[in-house]
């Protein structure tokens, strides 16, 4: 079955994917969520199955994949069980190869998963810890079921691009014979009562993802000269704010003639 993007079904307006992430609110809130959440990838069913293959890919298919990302987790999204609940999984991501890398995530249950960020690129050497959101289903009856059988999967999926380039999800249309499969990755639940080794592991890198996004939201030091900062920041954002306004109003009296 063809592996689509859910920005590519926004196109044919489908009805279902219309209201892909109107389920959990929370996911719009991040700074990168909404202007990348057309590229969350939707595998439907078994959409793990690839398209037809060239000759080309199917050679290279015989040979071991080269991995271009190291994965910690290596294979596995751990995810503490609270039902009812949004709950929060950690991957870090590592470039480990000579070149720039474009990664993309996809999953089967683009409807209650989301992924931050759901693409990139990393330099040689760069990583990243992306944050990946779920909404954890109720069980039928009210017992535990840390080890349900677990059908929603992820893959992370690679490809070498130039220095430089800015990413977006075509890269991967355009370059698909190019594109590894680095991993697919199977969710886990822990008991979110108990501590143990891998909840402290991804509390541990929960906070650093949260920390590092804290980062990138502040604004670049603004050079105000000998004036205070503080002050130059606040009639800055005066001046902007009446210059929209006029601007407003000009654009409304010349609609209103």
């Known amino acids: 079955m063809a592996i689509v993007d859910s920005h590519h079904h926004h196109r044919h307006k489908s009805h279902s994917d219309t209201k892909l992430f109107t389920?959990?609110?929370?996911?719009?809130?991040?700074g990168q969520t909404s202007s990348s959440s057309s590229s969350t990838q939707?595998?439907?069913?078994d959409g793990f199955k690839s398209k037809p293959k060239t000759v080309s890919s199917v050679a290279r298919s015989l040979l071991p994949p080269r991995r271009r990302l190291r994965l910690d987790p290596a294979n596995k999204l751990?995810?503490?069980?609270?039902?009812?609940?949004?709950?929060?999984?950690?991957?870090?991501?590592?470039n480990s190869s000579r070149s720039h890398v474009a990664f993309k995530f996809?999953?089967?249950?683009?409807?209650?998963?989301?992924?931050?960020p759901p693409g990139g690129i990393l330099a040689p050497g760069e990583s990243l810890i992306a944050t990946v959101f779920r909404f954890v289903e109720q069980p039928e009856n009210n017992e535990k079921h840390l080890d349900q059988k677990n059908k929603v999967k992820f893959k992370i999926m690679s490809l070498k691009v130039n220095a430089?380039?800015?990413?977006?999800?075509?890269?991967?249309?355009?370059?698909?014979?190019q594109v590894t499969v680095e991993r697919i990755?199977?969710?886990?639940?822990?008991?979110a009562e108990h501590p143990s080794p891998a909840l402290e592991k991804l509390n541990r890198q929960l906070a650093e993802a949260e920390a590092a996004l804290e980062v990138r939201?502040?604004?670049?030091?603004?050079d105000s000269g000998p004036r205070d900062v503080g002050e130059g920041l606040v009639i800055d954002?005066?001046?902007?704010?009446?210059?929209?306004?006029?601007?407003?109003?000009?654009?409304?009296?010349?609609?209103?003639?």
């Open 23 to 30: 389920l959990c609110p929370f996911w719009q809130s991040g």
């Open 42 to 45: 939707n595998l439907h069913g």
């Open 78 to 94: 751990y995810f503490p069980y609270e039902p009812g609940k949004q709950v929060k999984s950690a991957i870090r991501l590592k």
């Open 106 to 116: 996809q999953t089967t249950a683009p409807k209650s998963c989301y992924m931050r």
């Open 164 to 177: 430089g380039i800015d990413y977006v999800p075509e890269l991967f249309e355009e370059q698909k014979d």
């Open 185 to 191: 990755l199977r969710v886990v639940f822990l008991d």
């Open 217 to 222: 939201k502040k604004p670049p030091p603004v």
């Open 237 to 257: 954002e005066w001046k902007e704010r009446r210059e929209k306004y006029l601007a407003r109003q000009q654009v409304e009296a010349v609609d209103s003639v």
